[in-house]
T-cell receptor, first 112, second 114 residues
Framework: SQQGEEDPQALSIQEGENATMNCSYKTSINNLQWYRQNSGRGLVHLILIRSNEREKHSGRLRVTLDTSKKSSSLLITASRAADTASYFCATDAGTGFQKLVFGTGTRLLVSP | DGGITQSPKYLFRKEGQNVTLSCEQNLNHDAMYWYRQDPGQGLRLIYYSQIVNDFQKGDIAEGYSVSREKKESFPLTVTSAQKNPTAFYLC?????????????FGPGTRLTVL
């Protein structure tokens, strides 16, 4: 089952613009993670936010988490053509063994 | 170089044949996972293993089988019972201890049934 729904499904922007992706989930979580996937490749972990955190930064990435609304957002600032990829959120219920549930993903296209 | 390797990168199978996808890691991770990804979709969990000689079904285990005889290896067999096996298969691993661990992914195997 896929718990996360991501919005938008696809996003097309110009280099230098900011990109915002949203993720909604259904059940209580221990943490939420964002991953990136280049076409035809494996996933790469970007950032993890714990359920007791509201915001986290890593370089040009900013993640927010609102557990009351069961939603998260990923903001990429000053985007580059190399940011073109699919982005997935994944939730971990924290049941003692990690079992991530992935969202449907947002395809980001950054044009030069 | 530490990481996860998957082989082959591309695999073609005739209907009715079983095929085995390889996944090896040298990260000393206890937990390993197999996911299936269909075009434009997220990842769905097939099987996972917490430790050697132990594994559990994920959300879509029907038509698949696994083994975990060594810590480093978690091969996936796609059997002829899997009705729609054409997909991109991803293997991942993580530390078993702790609540805030990321998963590390292999490069994937694209399986096509002819």
């Amino acid at each position: 089952s896929q718990q996360g729904e991501e919005d938008p499904q696809a996003l097309s922007i110009q280099e230098g613009e900011n990109a915002t992706m949203n993720c909604s989930y259904k059940t209580s979580i221990n943490n939420l993670q964002w991953y990136r996937q280049n076409s035809g490749r494996g996933l790469v972990h970007l950032i993890l936010i714990r359920s007791n955190e509201r915001e986290k930064h890593s370089g040009r990435l900013r993640v927010t988490l609102d557990t009351s609304k069961k939603s998260s957002s990923l903001l990429i600032t000053a985007s580059r053509a190399a940011d073109t990829a699919s982005y997935f959120c994944a939730t971990d219920a924290g049941t003692g063994f990690q079992k991530l549930v992935f969202g449907t993903g947002t395809r980001l296209l950054v044009s030069p | 170089d530490g990481g996860i390797t998957q082989s082959p990168k591309y695999l073609f199978r005739k209907e009715g044949q079983n095929v085995t996808l390889s996944c090896e890691q040298n990260l000393n991770h206890d937990a390993m996972y197999w996911y299936r990804q269909d075009p434009g979709q997220g990842l769905r969990l097939i099987y996972y293993s917490q430790i050697v000689n132990d594994f559990q079904k994920g959300d879509i285990a029907e038509g698949y089988s696994v083994s975990r005889e060594k810590k480093e290896s978690f091969p996936l067999t796609v059997t002829s019972a899997q009705k729609n096996p054409t997909a991109f298969y991803l293997c991942a691993s993580t530390l078993r201890v702790g609540l805030y661990n990321e998963q590390f992914f292999g490069p994937g195997t694209r399986l096509t049934v002819l």
